[in-house]
């Protein structure tokens, strides 16, 4: 199973991204496949995740109404579209997908058994 992120690069405050996970092994659509970021000196944090099993489809707080997370079957790869970006969405986007996370569980990162290599997005102010 591999998990490949991407779409990160440094971009202006206002600006908009769109991060890809693209997988190989797995069928997406059959796993909650999950987006967190690590800021510069930061814990990792949830930012948003998609399990079409179970319906869920949620952003955290902090991004909610600029960010917003989707899939394309065909291409096997989940996006993350980021909108209206600040400075403090700096951080590298890491992907993850598990096949067997629980509702009360998805935001948490030990849920998830497979993880992309991160990729950088830098907001210039």
């Known amino acids: 199973v591999q998990l490949q992120a991407s779409g990160g690069g440094l971009v202006q405050a206002g600006d908009s991204l769109r991060l890809s996970c693209a997988a190989s092994?797995?069928?997406?659509?059959?796993?909650?496949v999950a987006w967190f970021r690590q800021a510069p000196g930061m814990d990792r944090k949830f930012v948003g995740v998609?399990?079409?099993?179970?319906?869920?489809?949620y952003v955290a707080d902090s991004v909610k109404g600029r960010f917003t997370i989707s899939a394309d079957n065909t291409r096997n790869t989940v996006y993350l579209q980021m909108n209206s970006l600040r400075p403090e969405d700096t951080a590298v986007y890491y992907c993850a997908a598990s096949s067997s996370v629980i509702s009360s569980t998805l935001a948490s990162q030990t849920a998830y058994g497979y993880w992309g290599q991160g990729t950088l997005v830098t907001v210039s102010s």
């Open positions: 998609i399990r079409r099993s179970g319906g869920d489809l």
């Open positions: 092994g797995v069928t997406l659509r059959r796993y909650a």
